[in-house]
């Protein structure tokens, strides 16, 4: 009844704890002193009034009481046994095979014997974090003991436990081995309890042989020796030697044959030159002899990116003039070109009866090695004013279908006006004439000698060629200003695949279009240029005079040569990866830029993105926004090389193509080193008076029979809401209000 | 290098009427006289027969003139071969012109200056050192080597004759490797020279014609210089050369 009453048991032991907030408390007590004031008013005889008035006193104290939230709180505490926590290495290295079996197969059998030697036993397993419970895979990419352990003592902060199981390889990652391997007295770690150690895995007849690292040096220069260097190790192979094979894009480079020396280490250095511009993929690889612990380690990549030391321009002129002049000045200026220059400067018209050639410092024109051997290690050809049938002879068309066939393949050609150039160079009908962005007749057409302003296109208004400022009213105003051209020659239209970046003002071409002055074009792989006038060095000269240097020759030549290199910020589809190499589990961020025709940023394209990472294939689409840019994130979850190719597409219309390459590292630190680290776990277990148990050893796990932690328990009792207050309020109210009564009051 | 080998360089082929189909008269070169007053000289003469000699035994577009400005005269920028020859002292350069000089030899011009007075001290060497020491105040007149582009550009020289035969060697300015400036203090203009009648204006000494010869083929070289500049010393050129022994 009494149970029923305050709302349950309530010991002697407990404490009174109010829980309403003061000011309830405080506003509780003030209404019931007004309604107690309240309760005297009016006239009765005064034992009446006394008697009610104390009723209502009861009453309101009651009410008073429940306010206040009246808790009867009683504490206790008990002791239990210590618990036994069995920490378990859930990393890769623990799934190294062992004589078949991976070393993790043991992990069950000490499980099972740590059970067995203690009541009250938690499971947990560690990477780089502690997590409760046994490992469903030996997984993890990391290994840190020592965070395990803190995690352990702060998970069970100021319990004493029974004892500490650690189940690892020793193959700690962490700050505790590094600690151990470097410091003569490294400190030990904190564990809360007695440890005891069970190594797995052996030394005994592992066989792992892997290539540690790789370094390029990131970068290397086109056509120039750089070094790739690889360091060895193998586990079992101590004074064995081995091949080593240096692959690109799949296929074999070079191989050599090292020998490790005796603690299986070895160092290995290939000299590669590449040919090309731009990233590729190269990789170290060993042999995976049967029994290799980790075949995974033996192969490991690397992207290299190849950048032109400098551009190889060759100039070729067929006579000495300002034009030629001003443009050798501007490529011999500029330290990222290598030049070539031949310049015609004696021809069959010219007299030299009266000189002997020991007096003349002329020689012979390569013509034939220079078309025929040299032609594809040059990036831009420019013949200048340049007749091919008086030196070229018999060989010219072998030697223009060279140069056809080297701009189909990559290279670039510019061919600049002259009386000698174009059809007056009798071009026409030739191979190289297919190349160019303007078509030619066969028979020379008369050049046009008027003086006249090269009008800008609306294409050239955008293109980079002509590109003269960043900003387009300025530079509509460099063009409008800029000096007359002498004169140009005739050609009977651009090619439908070009882009007439200046024109004529009032010339037309065959059909009827203003007559292209600048085109360029791209064919094949590579990209021609015609500039038919032979006086743009006035852009230099002319512009100087006038007090505004030479800036629109040297923007004009310079855009020109980058564009004609294919230089990555002038192609119309660009893709492009902040870095070349990632290490598994980073995103890459794949950025595809579009550009229209003209140059301008082409939104709404659709770019199809397609990653080859060694055969499995993933895809990726985005439309490009107003700056003509689609950002692609792309997960790594594999090693090995990342080809990516991307085709966009505007409609129906493809805008173009473009292509890199990423590497993501085999590199795993979990599988670096195989051999368990016994003289660490030795050392570890010693340190904190523990014990150490190895390969196969089922010791006693230390416990401390001492340990123990104290179990408190705490019981509420809400006296607030009780059916005794309910029925004191109950009680007093109702007999005040009896009496209230019977004394005639309402 | 055999003559059938220059032959091979200079190979039979079609013929083109090249001149008749010339572009306009900027394509050409020509020479521009420095009009700086009384101490400087125009010999248009000397020009033409220096610009006809390498029409006719070179490649290059010449045109066989020469227009006479004074420094301030924008219209010397389409003329970048430029030429300030005399015998007496000249006035100082105006501040426009000065400026104007010193672009125009920034931005690619040429100027070849004659002292025609071959004096060892004359009042126009004078002028000369004092123009130049204002254009390059930090970068001196000097003899340039023998092994500068300039004797080899088309002929190979070994001494730079010209009416007179005094001074060994030609001085210049060189900024980086080109050499912008080159002076000469043989009276070069005056071994080109000639009469209305065609016939040299002056006699040379101590040669003779035969050092009108070398005078001339000098004047080409110094055409060819302003032309290809530094040309003769790429790598492919010096091999050859030195191959053939016309180097050493």
Known sequence: ?746 | MRRRDLLAAAAAGTVLPRRALGFGESSRIDVCELDLGPGTLSRPNAWKRLLYEVKQTTSVEAEARSVRLPPDDPEMFAHPFAVLLGDGGFAGVSGTGLEQIERYLQYGGFLLIDDTSASEKGPFDAAVRRLLSRLYPTRPLGPLPPDHSLYRSFFLLKRPLGRVDRFPFLEGITVGNLTPVVYSRNDLSGALDRGDDGRPAFSCVPGGERQRREAIKLGMNLVLYSLTANYKKDQAHVRQLMKEGRLE
């Not at chain 1, 296109?457 to 460099?478: C, K, Q, S």
């Not at chain 1, 994130?633 to 190719?645: E, K, L, Q, S, Y």
């Open chain 1, 1 to 746: 009844m009494m149970r029923w009453l305050l709302g349950g048991d309530l010991g002697p032991e407990g404490n009174l704890v109010w829980t309403a907030p003061d000011w309830a408390i405080i506003v509780a007590v003030v209404g019931a002193l007004l309604a107690w004031v309240a309760a005297g008013a009016g006239t009765r005889p005064a034992r009446a009034r006394a008697v009610e008035l104390a009723l209502w006193a009861l009453a309101l104290l009651g009410a008073v009481v429940a306010v206040g939230g009246p808790l009867w709180i009683e504490e206790d505490g008990r002791t239990e046994p210590g618990r036994l926590a069995v920490l378990i290495d859930g990393s890769r290295s623990m799934g190294i095979m062992e004589d078949g079996v991976p070393r993790s197969d043991s992990v069950q059998r000490i499980l099972d014997h740590a059970r067995s030697q203690a009541e009250d036993v938690e499971v947990f397993h560690f990477g780089d974090d502690l997590v409760v419970g046994s490992p469903g895979s030996y997984e993890l990419p990391g290994t840190d003991l020592e965070g395990a352990l803190t995690g352990l003592s702060e998970r069970f902060a100021g319990e004493r436990l029974a004892g500490v199981v650690v189940i690892t390889d020793g193959l700690d990652r962490g700050l505790l081995r590094r600690r151990f391997l470097r410091e003569d007295a490294p400190e030990r770690p904190l564990v809360p309890g007695p440890l005891t150690v069970y190594q797995v895995g052996a030394v005994t007849d592992m066989l792992d042989l892997s290539v540690r690292s790789v370094d390029s040096g990131g970068y290397a220069f086109i056509r120039a020796p750089f070094t790739i260097a690889a360091d060895i190790q193998g586990l079992g192979f101590a004074d064995r030697t081995v091949p080593v094979t240096l692959l690109r894009d799949g296929g074999t480079v070079t191989q050599q044959r090292v020998r490790l020396d005796g603690e299986g280490r070895a160092r290995v250095t290939f000299e590669v030159v590449a040919e090309d511009a731009g990233r590729f993929a190269y990789a170290v690889q060993v042999p995976v002899y049967e029994g290799d612990a980790v075949p995974a380690n033996n192969t490991m990549p690397v992207v290299v990116r190849v950048v032109r030391d400098r551009i190889r321009v060759l100039q070729v002129a067929g006579t000495p003039s300002w034009d030629v002049k001003f443009l050798r000045r501007f490529l011999k200026g500029d330290p990222s070109v290598q030049l070539v220059s031949f310049f015609i400067l004696r021809t069959q018209n010219d007299l030299l009866t009266q000189y002997s050639d020991r007096e003349l410092s002329l020689i012979q024109f390569p013509y034939d090695r220079l078309f025929a051997e040299d032609l594809w290690s040059f990036d831009v050809v420019v013949f200048q004013n340049f007749d091919h049938l008086p030196y070229f002879q018999f060989r010219s068309a072998q030697l223009l279908t060279n140069l056809r066939q080297y701009v189909e393949e990559g290279g670039a050609v510019v061919m600049v006006g002259g009386d000698r150039s174009f059809s007056l160079g009798r071009y026409g009908g030739t191979a190289l004439a297919d190349a160019l962005p303007v078509e030619l007749g066969r028979q020379a057409s008369p050049p046009d000698p008027k003086p006249f302003r090269p009008a800008l296109t609306e294409e050239g208004a955008r293109h980079p060629v002509t590109r003269l400022a960043a900003d387009p009213v300025e530079n509509d105003a460099w063009w409008a200003r800029m000096h007359e051209m002498g004169g140009t020659n005739v050609v009977q239209r651009a090619t439908p695949d070009s882009a007439v970046l200046l024109t004529h003002p009032s010339r037309t071409d065959a059909d009827g279009a203003p007559l292209p002055v600048l085109s360029v074009r791209e064919v094949g792989a590579g990209r021609s240029m015609a500039l038919t006038v032979d006086s743009s060095w006035r852009w230099s000269l002319s512009e100087a005079a006038q007090g505004r240097g030479n800036q629109a020759y040297l923007r004009f030549w310079k855009n020109a040569i980058r564009w004609l290199m294919k230089d990555s910020t002038m192609s119309r589809v660009s893709l492009d990866t902040p870095r070349e190499n990632y290490a598994v589990g980073e995103e890459v961020r794949v950025v595809v830029r579009a550009r229209d025709l003209g140059y301008a940023p082409l939104s709404g394209a659709l770019a199809r993105v397609v990653v080859d990472n060694e055969g499995r294939k993933e895809r990726y689409e985005g439309r490009t926004n107003a700056e003509g840019e689609v950002v692609l994130t792309v997960p790594t979850a594999n090693p090995g090389t990342h080809r990516v190719d991307v085709v966009v597409t505007h409609g129906e219309v493809e805008v173009g193509t473009s292509g890199t390459v990423f590497a993501v590292m085999t590199r795993d630190p979990e599988v670096d080193e195989v051999a368990p680290d016994a003289a660490f776990l030795e050392w570890l277990a010693g340190s904190v008076q523990g014990a150490y148990n190895g390969p196969g050893e089922l010791g006693p796990v230390v416990v401390d029979a001492d340990a123990g932690r104290t179990v408190r328990d705490r019981r509420e009792t809400a006296l607030w809401r009780a059916p005794l207050i309910a029925l004191w309020v109950g009680l007093f109210a109702g007999l005040a209000w009896i009496v209230r009564r019977r004394a005639g009051l309402r």
